[in-house]
């Protein structure tokens, strides 16, 4: 069973809120990953880390930001929450050798923007 | 571009039939492949993955998958269902240079029917 965890699990905000989606793992993976899944989708990458102190946006464009002060947390934040935010999000770390190694998913944070 | 399509978006069978979930890849080099399984409301569980050798991989829950390169496929198949395996079913393809994220197919949803 990995070792990822995501707070909140549901989170309800209205718009304008500035909220943080907490992600932590205890595997002392290097790279970690924030996806975004909006329902009956497929997954988009938001934001990836190396290691401490690397960020770098993905593929998909996101008013989100994150940070890697230390490498088990891995937070997202919204500056100022919009309905069109309202999705769930996934966080996910590998290890750092080589390529042939999955990744490791915590159980999503279901974001809605009112 | 490194792309993953999973061709059928829902598919339903009978309790104790077969499945089969179709996954196809477009990758330039030799592809690492991932199954993962996502049940509602939760992250993704790695069923199985592929990285090279023996192109028919044994998985968790009796999932078994086999990568066929000249097809550019890694089908999922399940000799006899159980209404536990009711589920979405993601395809992913990678880690990918750079990022080393995986990409992933938009999904099947399964449907048991009792």
């Known amino acids: 069973e990995a070792d990822i965890y995501q707070t909140p699990r549901y989170l309800v905000i209205g718009t304008g809120k500035k909220i943080t989606l907490e992600c932590s793992q205890t595997?002392?993976?290097?790279?970690m990953y924030w996806y975004q899944q909006d329902p009956g989708m497929e997954l988009h990458l938001i934001h990836y880390?190396?290691?401490?102190?690397?960020?770098e946006k993905g593929d998909l464009s996101s008013e989100s930001t994150v940070s890697r002060i230390r490498t088990e947390h891995f937070p997202l934040t919204l500056e100022s929450a919009r309905p069109s935010h309202t999705s769930q999000y996934l966080c996910?770390?590998?290890?750092?050798?080589?390529?042939?190694?999955?990744?490791?998913f915590g159980q999503g944070t279901r974001l809605t923007v009112v | 571009a490194q792309s993953v399509t999973q061709p059928d978006i829902h598919i339903t069978v009978s309790e104790g039939a077969s499945l089969e979930l179709r996954c196809n890849y477009s990758?330039?080099?030799?592809?690492?492949l991932f199954w993962y399984v996502q049940s509602p409301g939760q992250g993704l569980q790695l069923l199985l993955k592929?990285?090279?050798?023996?192109?028919l991989v044994q998985g968790i829950k009796g999932f078994e998958a086999e990568f066929k390169r000249s097809q550019s496929s890694f089908n999922l198949r399940k000799p006899s269902v159980h209404w536990s395996d009711a589920a979405e079913y993601f395809c992913?393809?990678?880690?990918?240079?750079?990022?080393?994220?995986?990409?992933f197919g938009q999904g099947t949803r399964l449907t048991i029917n009792p």
């Open positions: 996910a770390s590998r290890p750092s050798q080589a390529f042939g190694t999955e990744a490791f």
């Open positions: 595997m002392g993976h290097d790279k």
């Open positions: 880390s190396y290691g401490v102190n690397s960020t």
């Open positions: 990758y330039g080099a030799t592809p690492y």
């Open positions: 592929y990285f090279s050798g023996d192109t």
């Open positions: 992913a393809v990678g880690p990918i240079q750079g990022a080393q994220k995986l990409v």
